[in-house]
């Protein structure tokens, strides 16, 4: 039967999600492993989550599933967390969490996210006619800021590489989340280093810090025609140098296997592979 944490003491909920989140195939992507962590962020989601969180749950009240959903009415769309379901309970207990959660919100767009490695929740989307979409493989190295030129041939990008820098950026992510201007401009979050060719630059590296010790590479392009050439290489050491972290953090999408495997050939190990899920309500 379906609850409310009204109707259940919210500390057995939150112990039965943070049981739920210690592994990926169980977890639900938005949140980490972390007790404290996880509370935090579940109050910190725009609805609270005591007022949206429904629980499936046996006669006895023993716990058996749960989800949680936020939402944006400007952005016409809400995220799903959870729903996190006993293995034994996922076919009866999932699709009714899932449709109580997402009636709540007053949007049209619904997305949920889980490791590639949690079948549950695939198989629950599928079921309830969710699309999967494209997953995403997160990168990471551990290794000293090279010292000495190294990098010495980047320099920092300018405003008067933006045609050179806009064409290898749209041509290689093409309607992504940041746009050239965002990744020149000297007041955004966004540093930028190039590599010249003979009369422009054949390669880019775009990046943010990262808590404390890393640094979070969003793009690195080669000119097709300069490729092969250990470009991409010296362009991670000129993020590296340039912002003196030792670990270098990064995302590569499902469809780039050239570029995965570029990244572990450098030396760089998956450390999450992530898929989203969505539905889309007609208005």
Same mark, same amino acid.
């Given at each position: 039967?379906?609850?409310?944490?009204?109707?259940?003491?919210?500390?057995?909920?939150?112990?039965?999600?943070?049981?739920?989140?210690?592994?990926?195939?169980?977890?639900?992507?938005?949140?980490? =492993?972390?007790?404290? +962590?996880?509370?935090?962020?579940?109050?910190?989601?725009?609805?609270?989550?005591?007022?949206?969180?429904?629980?499936?749950?046996?006669?006895?009240?023993?716990?058996?599933?749960?989800?949680?959903?936020?939402?944006?009415?400007?952005?016409?769309?809400?995220?799903?967390?959870?729903?996190?379901?006993?293995?034994?309970?996922?076919?009866?207990?999932?699709? +009714?969490?899932?449709?109580?959660?997402?009636?709540?919100?007053?949007?049209?767009?619904?997305?949920?996210?889980?490791?590639?490695?949690?079948?549950?929740?695939?198989?629950?989307?599928?079921?309830?006619?969710?699309?999967?979409?494209?997953?995403?493989?997160?990168?990471?190295?551990?290794?000293?800021?090279?010292?000495?030129?190294?990098?010495?041939?980047?320099?920092?990008?300018? %405003?008067?590489?933006?045609?050179?820098?806009?064409?290898?950026?749209?041509?290689? #992510?093409?309607?992504?989340?940041?746009?050239?201007?965002?990744?020149?401009?000297?007041?955004?979050?966004?540093?930028?280093?190039?590599?010249?060719? +003979?009369?422009?630059?054949?390669?880019?590296?775009?990046?943010?810090?990262?808590?404390?010790?890393?640094?979070?590479?969003? #793009?690195?392009?080669?000119?097709?025609?300069?490729?092969?050439?250990?470009?991409?290489?010296?362009?991670?050491?000129?993020?590296?140098?340039?912002?003196?972290?030792?670990?270098?953090?990064? =995302?590569?999408?499902?469809?780039?296997?050239?570029?995965?495997?570029?990244?572990?050939?450098? %030396?760089?190990?998956?450390?999450?592979?992530?898929?989203?899920?969505?539905?889309?309500?007609?208005?």
């Amino acid at each position: 039967m379906l609850m409310t944490s009204q109707d259940i003491d919210p500390q057995a909920v939150l112990g039965f999600i943070v049981r739920r989140q210690q592994t990926p195939e169980t977890a639900c992507a938005y949140l980490g =492993t972390d007790p404290s +962590e996880i509370r935090a962020d579940l109050e910190g989601l725009d609805q609270h989550w005591l007022e949206t969180v429904r629980i499936s749950a046996s006669a006895d009240g023993r716990i058996h599933g749960a989800a949680v959903v936020e939402w944006d009415e400007e952005l016409d769309r809400s995220w799903v967390h959870g729903p996190w379901v006993e293995e034994d309970a996922l076919r009866t207990a999932g699709p +009714e969490l899932l449709a109580a959660v997402t009636a709540q919100a007053p949007v049209t767009a619904h997305e949920m996210y889980a490791d590639v490695a949690h079948d549950g929740l695939a198989w629950l989307a599928q079921h309830c006619g969710w699309r999967a979409g494209e997953a995403n493989f997160e990168y990471s190295r551990t290794s000293p800021p090279p010292a000495g030129p190294q990098a010495s041939d980047a320099r920092a990008a300018t %405003g008067a590489d933006e045609p050179t820098l806009r064409e290898l950026h749209e041509r290689e #992510f093409p309607g992504t989340y940041a746009t050239t201007e965002q990744l020149l401009d000297p007041d955004g979050t966004y540093s930028t280093s190039v590599i010249d060719g +003979e009369r422009a630059p054949v390669g880019y590296v775009s990046w943010q810090l990262q808590g404390e010790a890393a640094v979070y590479i969003d #793009f690195l392009a080669v000119h097709p025609g300069a490729r092969r050439k250990g470009l991409g290489q010296r362009l991670i050491a000129a993020a590296q140098e340039a912002s003196g972290r030792s670990t270098v953090a990064l =995302t590569v999408d499902e469809h780039r296997p050239d570029a995965r495997a570029f990244y572990a050939a450098l %030396g760089f190990t998956v450390t999450a592979a992530t898929r989203p899920y969505r539905l889309q309500r007609p208005a």
